[in-house]
């Protein structure tokens, strides 16, 4: 069972980049997977999430209207595609999937409680 993370780098103030997170080993449909970074000194923080299987998403209020987050269900991958990048966005990015009820309304996508099993991280920086 496990997250694998692709698609960090540097880019430039202003630019883009796509995230990826392949699972495999995990009951993907149905559960919240997320999206989480944390910068130097500073705690983790939640990103978006979205409820795979059925699409809903969320978002932290500092990236609406920048990243979206998406998924291919055939391929069990999540997506977080950034645009207009900001140097305060550099951190580590990190994918998370939700524990077994964590797609329900109930239940709060922004605790990292949420999650657990979380990918190895990849890293976002923005000059």
């Known amino acids: 069972v496990q997250l694998v993370e692709s698609g960090g780098g540097s880019v430039q103030a202003g630019g883009s980049l796509r995230l990826s997170c392949a699972a495999s080993?995990?009951?993907?449909?149905?559960?919240?997977m997320g999206w989480l970074r944390q910068a130097p000194g500073k705690e983790r923080e939640w990103v978006a999430s979205?409820?795979?299987?059925?699409?809903?998403?969320y978002y932290a209020e500092f990236v609406k209207g920048r990243f979206t987050i998406s998924q291919d269900n055939a391929k069990d991958t999540v997506y977080l595609q950034m645009n207009s990048l900001k140097p305060e966005d550099t951190a580590v990015y990190y994918c998370?999937?939700?524990?077994?009820?964590?797609?329900?309304?109930?239940?709060?996508?922004?605790?990292?409680?949420?999650?657990?099993?979380w990918g190895q991280g990849t890293q976002v920086t923005v000059s």
């Open positions: 080993g995990y009951t993907y449909s149905g559960n919240a």
């Open positions: 998370a999937a939700g524990v077994r009820g964590s797609g329900s309304r109930g239940v709060d996508k922004r605790e990292p409680r949420t999650y657990g099993l």
């Open positions: 979205i409820v795979t299987g059925g699409g809903t998403t």
